[in-house]
T-cell receptor, first 115, second 115 residues
C-alpha cells in the first residue's frame, strides 16, 4: 500500500530565505508523486509532479522537487521565499492498487512567510 | 474557460437533513473525484468515478452517496447517516483511463456546516 508523510505541519521562513518542505513516501512499486498548493478557502493547484522521466522536477512559481529513491523522499524547495508563497502545501502519491488516478494525500504543511 | 465549478460555496445543514453538493466540469474529463478536507487531516477520498454510470467507494464513503449520469456532473449527497459532516468538500477531475501520472484539477470547494 502507498502512503505519504509530510514532516512538519507548520514551517516559517523569512522573505528571501530558502523554502524546504519535506515529504517521504512508502510504496512497494515505483511511485508517482505530486505537490499541490492550496490558498485559503480555495481548491488545490498542481505545483509539480514526478513521472519517472527525471529525478529533479521543476514546477510553477520557482518551486522544484527532487525524487530520491534511496531516501524515499520527494522534498519541495524554493531558493527564495516570497510573501505570496504563504499557503498550505500537500504531497500526494497515486494509488496503484486500483484503476484510475485517485491520490493519497499527506496531511499538509502550512508555510508562513514573514517580512 | 474550462474548469470545475462547485456550488454552493457555503452550505448549512440541520441535523437529520440530506444535502447535495454540486460539481460540474467542462474539461471533457472522464474521471471525477470527491475529497473531504478537515484541518490537519489532509484530503481523504470519499468516492470516485472513472466513467459515466460507474463509481466506486473511497476510504470514507459511509454516510455519502453519488451519481454519475452525465460526464460533466458528479453530485455528492451528504446523508443524515454521516455523523460528522462539517468539513470542506473538494471535487476534482482528470483525463481518466489508467494514466497514473494524470493531473487532477480541483474545484474551489464547498464548506458544509452542520447547525
Amino acid at each position: 500500500a502507498q502512503s505519504v508523510t509530510q514532516l512538519g505541519s507548520h514551517v516559517s521562513v523569512s522573505e528571501g530565505a530558502l523554502v524546504l518542505l519535506r515529504c517521504n513516501y512508502s510504496s512497494s512499486v515505483p511511485p508517482y508523486l505530486f505537490w499541490y498548493v492550496q490558498y485559503p478557502n480555495q481548491g488545490l493547484q498542481l505545483l509539480l509532479k514526478y513521472t519517472s522521466a527525471a529525478t529533479l522536477v521543476k514546477g510553477i512559481n520557482g518551486f522544484e522537487a527532487e525524487f530520491k529513491k534511496s531516501e524515499t523522499s520527494f522534498h519541495l524547495t524554493k531558493p527564495s521565499a516570497h510573501m505570496s508563497d504563504a499557503a498550505e502545501y500537500f504531497c500526494a502519491v497515486t494509488r496503484l492498487n486500483q484503476a484510475g488516478t485517485a491520490l493519497i494525500f499527506g496531511k499538509g504543511t502550512t508555510l508562513s512567510v514573514s517580512s | 474557460d474550462g474548469g470545475i465549478t462547485q456550488s454552493p460555496k457555503y452550505l448549512f445543514r440541520k441535523e437529520g437533513q440530506n444535502v447535495t453538493l454540486s460539481c460540474e466540469q467542462n474539461l471533457n474529463h472522464d474521471a471525477m473525484y470527491w475529497y473531504r478536507q478537515d484541518p490537519g487531516q489532509g484530503l481523504r477520498l470519499i468516492y470516485y468515478s472513472q466513467i459515466v454510470n460507474d463509481f466506486q467507494k473511497g476510504d470514507i464513503a459511509e454516510g455519502y452517496s453519488v451519481s454519475r449520469e452525465k460526464k460533466e456532473s458528479f453530485p455528492l449527497t451528504v446523508t443524515s447517516a454521516q455523523k460528522n459532516p462539517t468539513a470542506f468538500y473538494l471535487c476534482a477531475s482528470s483525463i481518466g483511463g489508467t494514466g497514473f501520472t494524470d493531473t487532477q484539477y480541483f474545484g474551489p470547494g464547498t464548506r458544509l456546516t452542520v447547525l
